[in-house]
């Protein structure tokens, strides 16, 4: 399945140094990693939140990565606002199993105004 991350510039250079095959471990104050289905919602979090946020360097990227259907089995997907937003919650302490499950490499580009 074809997901979409929205992330700031710190989160940014942090898959860059894992070669884009992974995303970093939560932070404490973030016990779950929420991976979205779709680019437009992902390019709104990007676009409204990332950039205009201190914490994320007033930078924002969209992901584009590929996970293993058989890994996601196990998670629902949450509808969180509009019919779109949708998005799956994974647990911090998954992390790990989440980024082997991850296919290639994450592709990263910059967030615009939709």
Known sequence: MILYRPVGEQEHILIAESGYTAFPPRLLEQPI???????????????????????????????????????LAKYDVHTVGRSYHQEYWIPAEDMAAFNRHIIGKIQVMEAKEI
């Open 33 to 71: 990693f929420c991976p979205v289905l779709d680019w437009r919602y992902a390019a709104e979090i990007a676009w409204r939140w990332n950039k205009k946020d201190k914490n994320s360097g007033y930078q924002g990227y969209v992901t584009r990565f590929e996970v293993e259907d058989s890994f």
